[in-house]
């Protein structure tokens, strides 16, 4: 049975349009030391932005703390290695989450602290490694499985619920964060590979306990905090994962439901009908790199926000962007244009299909995704093409299909279906990477379209299908 006062709390959360989770380790150590420039990083691409909340991670992935803990060792402590500005910060009386805490409030922006509750940086990051690990080796996954990392925790284990409840409870009572994120994607799998669905209940319980703790610490400082989770961006993948999220939101165990890692198509309308009339918000992953484009082209990044925003998403969740970088400065106006259809309107996009496999820290991501594909001749693949946009209203200057493959060479020949309509290559262009096909606006429907690519002679391997759409005007 649901918790009356936490389903209260659920129906009440604030909607914001756009949420900014910024990867403290990168904003950190590009500071070099110096605390104002760390400030500026964090702070200085969101400043007359449409981000609304900022998600911030320490940088230690809820193995070591980039914070003064005393559930958790400083990042470095096993080695004798601690950063020294971390160090400095704590001794000046700079805790860095106070510090974002307090620049935050300054600029009227929501704060969470989203915990990557089984990161494995770890893994190849010695300075993360923590000496719990070291001392308790057989709560670790280990190695001899298909998938997942050798220093992933086991969440069957008692001892390991029992330290990431001490850390979430720690972070909730000594800081004064709006809310928390569960970052259940950082990362799969929670238990012995192939036994996660069994083990559901366990990360639903665990759930409960963590509700609970947010529940009683926002009853005592008079202000609820809201919980956020982090899942796959399909049900069949948070099923394979453990990740029991009907009964998530049913229960009233959850505010937001944040969806994806890196996937372009995210079943945003299957979480949306779970979460109808209990006031959980659905907020789809635009990721910095999706299906391996990188960087991400700016058009991609609209074309991705419009197809969000068609499938009804409560807003959109920026992961991975480092817009303070100098190489990627142009992000920057992204976190204005993507926050509405509104500010889409007119420029450039590029709608492209799901691209990618499986992965040995993301075991169910891409479930659906079709490429990359090789095809022999009369070999065909079905790929489909999400396209947010109304393209009759107003009509593009330039709409063209573009199919990307390795090596196309002149003994390869390919028919190419839109809606099971067979297009007309006669005024394609082609070239050893592909080819471009020159679309008339009704050949391509808004919402899910089916491109067809059949192999009619030779062999290809295709990489991407894409949908440039150009206003000839910025």
Known sequence: MAD?????????VRRRRLIFNCDGFGVFHDAQGDYYRWIHNVFGPLEDSQVEALFWCDGAGGNTAYYDSAVLELTGQRLGKVPPFLRRLIDEGRDPPKVIVREARKRGLDVFY???????????????????????????????????????????????RQLKLAVIQEIVRKYDFDGLEIDFLRSAP????????QYAHVLTD????????????????????ALAVRVDENLDACRLDGFDVATWIRDGLVDIVILGSGAIDIEIEGFKMLAEGTGVLVYPCLYGWPSKYVPLPAELARGLASNYWYQGADGIYLFN??????????????????????????????FAADRGRPQCEYPHNWLQAALPETLAAREYVNVPLMVGADLSQ?????????????????????????????????????SRSGMTI????????????QVNILVTSGGVTVTAVELHVDYGRA
């Open 190 to 197: 929670y238990f012995v590979p192939g036994d996660e669905p």
């Open 438 to 449: 020159p679309l008339r606006p009704e050949e391509a429907k808004r919402g899910r379209n």
């Open 4 to 12: 009356n006062t936490v389903a209260d709390a659920v129906s009440s």
């Open 114 to 160: 989203s915990f990557r509750i089984n990161d494995v940086h770890d893994d190849f990051l010695p300075d993360e490694f923590p000496t719990f690990k070291e001392q308790h080796p057989e709560w670790m996954l280990g190695e001899g499985y298909p998938y997942g990392i050798k220093t992933g925790l086991n969440f069957a284990i008692p001892e390991v």
């Open 394 to 430: 107003p009509v593009p200057s330039v709409l063209n299909l573009v199919i990307t493959c390795e090596r196309l060479t002149s003994d390869d020949a390919l028919a190419v279906q839109l809606n099971n309509k067979l297009l007309s290559v006669g005024a394609s262009t082609r």
């Open 321 to 350: 962007w480092f817009p303070h970088e100098a190489n990627k400065s142009y992000l920057i106006p992204l976190l204005s244009e993507v926050s509405s259809p509104a500010t889409l309107g007119g420029k450039p996009l590029m």
């Open 206 to 225: 665990l759930l409960r306990e963590v509700r609970h703790t947010l529940r009683q610490r926002g009853q005592e400082r008079g202000r609820p905090i």
